[in-house]
């Protein structure tokens, strides 16, 4: 759980940044509704990183150039009627009392209040994209100032991207957003090792997902993401959510899954033999993708450029590739045009935190971002052989042994000071 003065701390580490600006915040959009049954709300993570603040229909206003209101929250007002539907409201005392506003307001009358907080502010900070309503509303209100900016002579004349400066800050996690990191990871470890425990021929993925996410219910937690749980050629699908085919002897069940505890995520994908035992085939391509992820942890350290981490599990992945007769020709060409392309389609891995792929910039131009202590990442490289894998121009044929093989391997890895740790050992490989 995260505390309310750690929420404080953050929107002060914001507002210092931010100087005179003012910067603004909308909670995601209302949960969906069909034929009047309402659907689980997933608030925005930028909003909640700030807030803690569950609710839809709200907004944020952070403005430290205010003698007063440095934190504004408008909020959906309290209404019994509503409530008896759809879930208690903190309401506008909720608001002030539970998550530290400073003044709340009800969400209708944000048209009325918010330009008294943007009125001497230099610039505004706000994200567009999100919500196109609310990103005109923003436009007004900044070009009805602008318009009087003759006769004050204050107001914001710019609109900047509050991710520039959000992101960085969620890029390195607190001790205690670790803390729910690792909380999901073991869960999720236990989830997997559940499931590969289960496994066996003539059952159905369905039935794999099942027990895999009775796992993380039983302990609190929620599906990150949509499990991937993929038999057979299903394995060179990258995002293959059916899950409905039923598995068969001598087949690979790959399984990508990972549980959510507060919004903090973990993500694992784990390839093993139904049977219990790979073909040689199989066996090959594995060791393969397994040695590609362990050199590419390794160069999980403070310091070291994250394009480091790609780098290393494609020269990996293309030498082993080449000694298998599948790639042909000089190694730096191979790389450099990315003729691997048809075997290993994806990066190696993302930023993970409050989103499965989690704010931060990978790059400034031509330099990559350098790794730091508290940050969170997944290495998770594979090889996916499909039946209609089509190599390059001069590249050979695969032949048939090697076509419908699909293996990922992914870790949650955490940078330390020394080095690096990896949150889902506890999973084999």
């Not at 430290?64 to 209101?69: S, V």
Request: charged share 25%; glycine share 6%.
């Amino acid at each position: 759980m995260i505390f309310p003065a750690e929420y404080k701390q953050r929107r002060e580490r914001l507002m210092a940044k931010i100087g005179s600006g003012t910067a603004i915040f909308r909670s995601a959009p209302a949960a969906i509704a069909h034929n009047d049954v309402e659907y689980n709300y997933r608030q925005d993570s930028d909003f909640f990183y700030l807030t803690g603040f569950n609710e839809e229909s709200a907004v944020a206003v952070l403005a430290p150039h205010h003698e007063e209101h440095k934190f504004v929250l408008f909020v959906r007002s309290k209404d019994p009627e509503k409530e008896t539907w759809s879930g208690y409201r903190a309401g506008v005392e909720g608001a002030k009392e539970l998550y530290g506003a400073d003044e709340a307001f009800p969400i209708n009358e944000l048209e009325e209040k918010l330009p008294k907080y943007l009125e001497k502010a230099d610039r505004i900070y706000y994200h567009f994209g999100r919500d196109r309503t609310f990103d005109q509303t923003v436009l007004n209100h900044w070009q009805q100032l602008m318009a009087t900016y003759p006769k004050r002579g204050t107001g914001p004349i710019a609109i900047e991207d509050s991710n520039i400066i959000l992101h960085p800050m969620r890029l390195v996690k607190s001790e205690t957003e670790i803390a729910l990191m690792r909380q999901a990871a073991d869960i999720s470890v236990a989830a997997h090792n559940r499931a590969r425990e289960f496994a066996k021929p003539g059952r159905y993925e369905y039935e794999i997902q099942a027990e895999i996410e009775h796992t993380f219910r039983l302990q609190g937690a929620t599906p990150a993401y949509p499990s991937i749980v993929a038999s057979g050629t299903n394995s060179c699908v990258l995002h293959y959510i059916e899950n409905n085919r039923q598995m068969q002897e001598n087949e690979l069940l790959l399984i990508d899954a990972g549980c959510a505890c507060n919004y903090y995520n973990a993500d694992i994908t784990r390839t093993f033999a139904i049977s219990g035992k790979f073909t040689s085939e199989q066996k090959i391509i594995y060791d393969l993708v397994l040695r590609a992820q362990l050199q590419a942890i390794s160069q999980v350290y403070p310091g070291n450029p994250y394009s480091k981490i790609h780098e290393t599990a494609v020269r990996v992945l293309v030498e082993g590739l080449m000694d298998l007769k599948l790639l042909v020709g000089d190694i730096e060409e191979i790389i450099k045009e990315e003729k691997y392309k048809p075997f290993y389609m994806h990066r190696t891995g993302h930023w993970l935190g409050l989103d499965v792929h989690d704010a931060g910039v990978y790059q400034y131009g031509e330099n990559p971002q350098l790794l730091q202590p508290q940050q969170v990442l997944t290495v998770e490289p594979g090889i996916y052989i499909s039946p209609q894998i089509k190599p390059v121009e001069g590249q050979p044929e695969v032949p048939d042994r090697w076509r419908g093989i699909g293996i990922r391997i992914e870790d949650d890895v955490l940078v330390t000071v020394e080095g690096n740790q990896v949150l889902t050992a506890g999973v084999p490989k």
